[in-house]
């Protein structure tokens, strides 16, 4: 049907993946960039294959799958969470528990990565149908209560558990991300540290510009990271077309007409909360690993925060939301930093724009400014501006856009759709 | 760090005095989240909104405090031949006003906008002004603590077997105060007005009542209550003065809010008073290491999940009909 996208002559072709010309090249397009991206080969966006923001980048590639889970459940199954961190943290420890170096004050297996990293999913998933019974009994915002509930609860486990998180200052080491067969062996593949990319790889250079014999860890990291988002991001994606999806989506619209037409509702509440939980276990699993070494404190109620203001600024119930959400949340506070730094020396310098930047920065203790670039000024240190960022996001959003980056992105394709003819 | 305080006192006691002072401050305790969940309630009945920036502004209504009667010492730079302690009470007495038209602020331009639009919309706005208000509160607190100048300190009242202290005395009267001012004001022109917008908006606007006059009173009740509890848990003995965990512990009074039911004034109260007694009472007794430190304050959750279990809408709450 070549001209006529919107022409749908099956149920199979309209719940196609890509059910367009035009979402079959971008995807494609959008591929290609995000295998460039780490090797600096891009204009523009090359910036992003340096070392200091690919480690942003993958931080936001590990959020991306947390994300993914809360959006299948906040955002499909209409179940409010903020109990996203407790699930990710019990994802993490199972992971270090089983992957981690033992040590005098802590428990560790030394397992290789193809336990560690599934067992952390399933584990958050049991503890997930552990606590769904609660869940599926308490409605709309008493739900909320429950899960803001885990997160202190789980804190203070985590706090008073040693043997498995470490000091509550210092924290513990993650295993790395490299693959081995078994224990003590060898590293067949390391993600983490620099070298050749793949073993197998090696004789075909498929890029001649590249070089592959060198690579530094972050960029193997980004690209194991990226095939695990591409994995999961399918796997929600076929979720929602499925059974189980218009499921979970009945629920959400309307819980009763959904238990007329016959979706068993403590059933789909207890599933979305498992497969939500392997998510989010997945991610925190991976996030430790990422990262390296977290501590305790980690695993707040601003983690649980950060997650609900993805899926409301990317928008919620779309795969495409929870990805762009991501990246902008997770993106923010290092361009906020820049630009911070840039303003703080049009400040101190005589630019046009000198007056107006010291109006926001304070660059010594008795300057006057909304935010301050010195350790003791009177303003807003840059984290707190990016959590204060976070608050008017998500308030801003909420009340003029509801549906988030996503609708942002509906309403600009919607424009060109018709134009000329835009009323 | 008030369970541990609990804890060294208990070491030089007979166990039946441990239990009287426990009880006193578990009381003590049990006053400040029944007026912290108060001011969530009539939010929450007058306007549907799940306020989660409730820890955030009582932390704000105590340092209004600190910042009137220690830095500024308004009203009493004008009012010197006051006592000190009405000094600083008519001082309190401004910082709940202030934070109230802080309420009033937060209703006017976030919440009136979203009338009509989905519960759980509304609830993340108030979960990212807790974001909002908390960050830049702390900003302006400094990460050390800061005193509320309260005249009293740690000034104890001996009864016989019981040690009181006049702060807790204070806690308890002040919350007792509240709720009968509460109860002589559903009772007023402006209260029963409430009372028809609690049960039907559309219904109270067509006898005439300013459903906007009555949502912005409801938020300034539930921001000066919400001060009023900040204040009174952050003087001693049960804490030093405002830190940036202030508004954490105001959090514990969630448990309270939804053990009562979230639309039931008696529940707010009934639920505050379980949740400080079992708070207490866990930081007294239950002293086994293998519950690790500071177990006392994750009760209140502990005790919420189990009360969900049994009844999903709290004690008092009113059970959801729904219609096909």
Redesign the interface.
């Given at each position: 049907m070549r001209g006529r996208p919107n022409l749908y002559t099956s149920y199979r072709s309209e719940m196609a993946l890509l059910p367009t010309t035009t979402k079959r090249v971008s995807m494609a397009l959008l591929l290609i960039i995000a295998t460039l991206l780490p090797l600096s080969a891009l204009p523009l966006l090359g910036f992003l294959g340096d070392s200091s923001w690919l480690v942003i980048v993958n931080r936001a590639l590990v959020f991306a799958v947390g994300a993914l889970g809360l959006n299948l459940l906040t955002g499909v199954a209409g179940q409010v969470s903020l109990g996203h961190a407790f699930f990710m943290a019990v994802g993490a420890y199972t992971a270090v528990v089983l992957g981690g170096e033992p040590g005098n004050t802590v428990w560790g297996l030394e397992l290789p990565i193809w336990i560690w990293l599934p067992a952390a999913g399933v584990v958050a998933a049991l503890v997930g149908i552990l606590v769904a019974p609660t869940a599926v009994r308490v409605r709309g915002l008493y739900l909320a209560f429950v899960t803001l509930g885990l997160v202190f609860i789980g804190e203070h486990l985590w706090r008073n558990l040693g043997k498995v998180a470490g000091g509550p200052t210092t924290g513990r080491d993650w295993p790395a991300l490299e693959f081995s067969w078994w224990r003590g062996m060898e590293p067949v593949i390391s993600f983490s540290e620099d070298g050749p990319l793949w073993w197998f790889l090696r004789p075909v250079n498929l890029l001649p510009w590249v070089d592959i014999e060198e690579m530094s860890g972050e960029v193997k990291t980004y690209f194991f990271l990226l095939v695990g988002v591409i994995v999961f991001a399918l796997l929600a994606k076929n979720l929602m077309r499925t059974r189980v999806g218009r499921s979970w989506a009945a629920i959400r619209d309307r819980d009763i007409a959904a238990e007329v037409m016959g979706v068993n509702e403590a059933k789909g509440k207890t599933q979305a909360f498992a497969i939500s939980s392997f998510y989010a276990g997945v991610a925190g699993a991976l996030f430790g690993a990422v990262v390296g070494r977290l501590i305790p404190e980690t695993w707040n109620l601003l983690l649980s925060v950060e997650f609900i203001a993805i899926i409301l600024i990317g928008g919620a119930g779309t795969v495409t939301g929870a990805l762009l959400g991501t990246l902008f949340v997770v993106m923010l506070p290092r361009v906020v930093e820049e630009f911070t730094v840039w303003l703080a020396a049009q400040a101190e310098g005589d630019g046009i724009f000198s007056g107006v930047a010291d109006i926001f920065i304070a660059t010594s203790p008795d300057d006057f400014g909304l935010v301050s670039t010195g350790a003791a000024g009177p303003g807003l240190s840059i984290f707190q501006l990016n959590i204060v960022l976070f608050g008017v996001l998500i308030v801003v959003f909420l009340i003029v856009e509801p549906l988030g980056l996503y609708g942002i992105w509906i309403k600009i394709r919607n424009y060109w759709k018709g134009w000329p003819f835009t009323y | 760090m008030p369970a541990v305080m609990a804890v060294v006192q208990a070491a030089s006691q007979s166990g039946i005095e441990q239990f009287v002072n426990a009880t006193i401050s578990g009381l003590a305790l049990g006053a400040i989240y029944a007026v912290l969940a108060l001011g969530f309630v009539i939010i929450f009945k007058a306007t549907q909104v799940?306020n989660f920036a409730h820890g955030a502004l009582a932390a704000l209504g105590a340092y209004f405090v600190v910042y009137f009667a220690t830095v500024l010492n308004f009203p009493g730079r004008f009012l010197d031949f006051l006592p000190i302690s009405a000094q600083w009470l008519l001082s309190a007495l401004v910082a709940v006003a202030a934070t109230a038209l802080v309420g009033i602020i937060i209703e006017r331009l976030?919440i009136r906008?979203?009338i009509g639009?989905p519960?759980?919309?509304?609830?993340?706005?108030t979960?990212?002004?807790?974001?909002?208000i908390r960050?830049?509160t702390?900003?302006f607190m400094g990460n050390q603590l800061r005193g509320l100048g309260d005249p009293w300190g740690i000034e104890t009242l001996e009864l016989g077997l019981v040690t009181i202290s006049k702060t807790q005395i204070l806690t308890i009267a002040v919350a007792v105060l509240a709720m009968l001012g509460l109860a002589w004001f559903f009772r007023t022109r402006m209260g029963i007005a409430m009372r028809a917008t609690a049960f039907d908006q559309e219904a109270a606007m067509a006898q005439g009542i300013s459903v906007g006059k009555v949502f912005a009173l409801a938020w300034a009740i539930g921001a000066g209550l919400a001060a009023i509890g900040g204040i009174v848990s952050s003087v001693a003995p049960r804490a030093p003065g405002v830190t940036p965990f202030t508004a954490l512990i105001a959090?514990r009074a969630?448990?309270a809010v939804?053990i009562g039911g979230?639309d039931s004034i008696a529940g707010a109260i009934v639920g505050g008073l379980i949740v400080g007694m079992a708070e207490v009472y866990a930081g007294t007794y239950l002293t086994f290491s293998w519950l690790?430190?500071?177990?006392s304050?994750?009760v209140p959750?502990?005790l919420?999940?189990a009360v969900?279990?049994v009844k999903?809408?709290g004690i008092f709450g009113t059970e959801?009909i729904?219609r096909?």
């Open positions: - | 799940v976030t906008p979203m639009e519960l759980f919309a509304v609830a993340m706005i979960l990212g002004l807790d974001l909002i960050t830049v702390n900003d959090f969630f448990p939804v979230l690790g430190v500071g177990f304050g994750i959750w502990l919420m999940m969900l279990l999903p809408y959801e729904r096909v």
